[in-house]
């Protein structure tokens, strides 16, 4: 038995020129050895960064009850979730379990932006636009009654509005702005359900 010989043919991967030959033969089977680790890890699929593995079931998508004054918000929210688990191809429709189970937990706003308006007889500061920030919460539930068995913990996503010279104006900008943050984080609720790198809380 030539012990060499067939070290070397068990080495071909990592053989990569003539010059290949002079490397002793421990370094080639360490190398073989790293270059087998590298194919198993590839071959071995998704694996999610954080909150277990990836849902093997696909995914219904229902709400929690909410007190939250803007009537719109949750259904952003929604739309993003299962917008965001459609593409993955883990959304089911209907009501079924396993279910991802929202709840919209609040709507912040802060100004951004003061001013001095122009014209005015005394100096009064006013805001140029506002920050709107949605927070909310999905989680997995197998059955009814059952615990669950994922939870993004609260994830909010901030958009901005600008300040409007009417009050109309300026109420169909902050509606606007909730219903992007809305979506936008109804989709990282999504990623996050599927074990995808997501930040939770944006600042506001």
Known sequence: ?????????LLFPVKLCHLCCSVPASRRIAEFRLVTLALSI?????????????????LTVNAAPSLVP???????VLSGLRQELSRAGALRPGS?????????????????????????????PLARGALVGVTARARVFEGPGAEPFRDTGDVRRVATASSETSLVDDAWGHDD?????????????????????????EPL
Do not use: F
């Open 42 to 58: 590839w071959q071995c699929g998704y694996a999610p960064a954080y909150g277990g593995e990836r849902p093997t079931q696909q």
């Open 70 to 76: 803007e009537s719109g918000a949750l259904a952003a």
């Open 1 to 9: 038995m030539n012990s060499r010989s067939d070290v070397n043919k």
């Open 177 to 201: 702005a909730v219903q992007l943050a809305a979506v936008s984080v109804g989709k990282a609720l999504g990623r996050r359900l599927l074990g995808e790198v997501e930040p939770s809380m």
């Open 96 to 124: 079924g379990y396993p279910q991802a189970v929202v709840e919209l937990l609040r709507v912040d706003e802060r100004s951004a932006g003061i001013a001095v308006q122009a014209g005015q007889p005394s100096a009064v």
